[in-house]
């Protein structure tokens, strides 16, 4: 209790860096952040650049035209405890329960009116510290021609004709003013499979997906037997122009 006033809050991180790459030879950059918690302003050289109110979502900036060759950055963030209140009073439809946590917790009220962390406010095996602040990576991404987003791979099996596919999703940013062709490449090493497909990408944010066909694939059931893992690695070649990716469990 002695320091529940830090929570009550409002705090600011601030810093001076350099570009790290000749900001003149790309065309797009991106302010990521990987994680704020919680409700937070960016603001860089003066400008606000974006918003956050999700502690679990990665947020991303265009700073195009706001980053310099030396920069500041500012994240002005907003007590957690106060916002949830806020939200609180605008919402008036109906109660959401529960308000408050047991007096025995000693905890913050309205902990559901924000994508936050909800031990933070004060759970029955814990006291009660609403954190705010930067708790994952910062980066800078800059690009030409176009940008892999993320990509997906769900895995499904048609039993009529008793196959497994991988519905294969890949998500750009392209920033080329002109459609631009290419490939994507498949490599499934433990299954010795390798495909190419075909795809153009269009102005703007588009998606690419296909459907790959998929044999000798070993099933289990969960928690009996050996468990198997196979890796997958994708690239794409649009305009000579070569990005790999990979799922985060082969890193």
């Known amino acids: 209790l002695a320091y529940r006033w830090i929570s009550l809050d409002n705090w600011t991180y601030s810093r001076t860096f350099k570009a790290p790459f000749n900001i003149r030879t790309w065309q797009k950059v991106i302010l990521v952040f990987e994680g704020v918690d919680t409700v937070a302003q960016i603001v860089v050289n003066n400008l606000t650049v974006g918003k956050t109110d999700n502690m679990f979502q990665t947020y991303k900036f265009d ?3 706001v980053i310099k060759e030396v920069n500041t950055i500012e994240v002005h963030f907003l007590s957690a405890i106060l916002y949830a209140a806020q939200q609180s009073k605008i919402h008036q439809a109906y109660k959401v329960p529960p308000e408050c946590p047991p007096p025995v917790q000693k905890g913050e009220c309205h902990m559901n009116f924000i994508r936050k962390e909800q031990c933070s406010f004060s759970w029955d095996w814990g006291p009660s510290f609403p954190t705010q602040g930067i708790w994952k990576d910062v980066r800078i991404e800059a690009y ?19 196959q497994w596919h991988l ?4 998500k750009f940013d392209v920033v080329s003013k002109k459609p631009i062709a290419g490939f994507l490449a ?3 090493p433990e299954l010795r499979i390798q495909q190419v497909f075909p795809g153009q990408l269009l102005p703007g944010e588009g998606t690419i997906a296909f459907l790959m066909n998929v044999s000798k694939v070993r099933t289990i059931f969960v928690a009996y037997g050996e468990f198997s893992s196979f890796g997958l690695d994708q690239g794409c070649q649009f305009q000579d122009l070569w990005t790999g990716c990979r799922p985060p469990w082969k890193q």
Do not use: A, K
């Open 186 to 188: 498949v490599n499934i």
């Open 63 to 65: 700073v195009t035209d």
């Open 167 to 170: 519905q294969i999703e890949s």
């Open 144 to 162: 030409n021609l176009y940008h892999l987003v993320y990509f997906s791979v769900t895995p499904f099996y048609e039993r009529n004709i008793q």
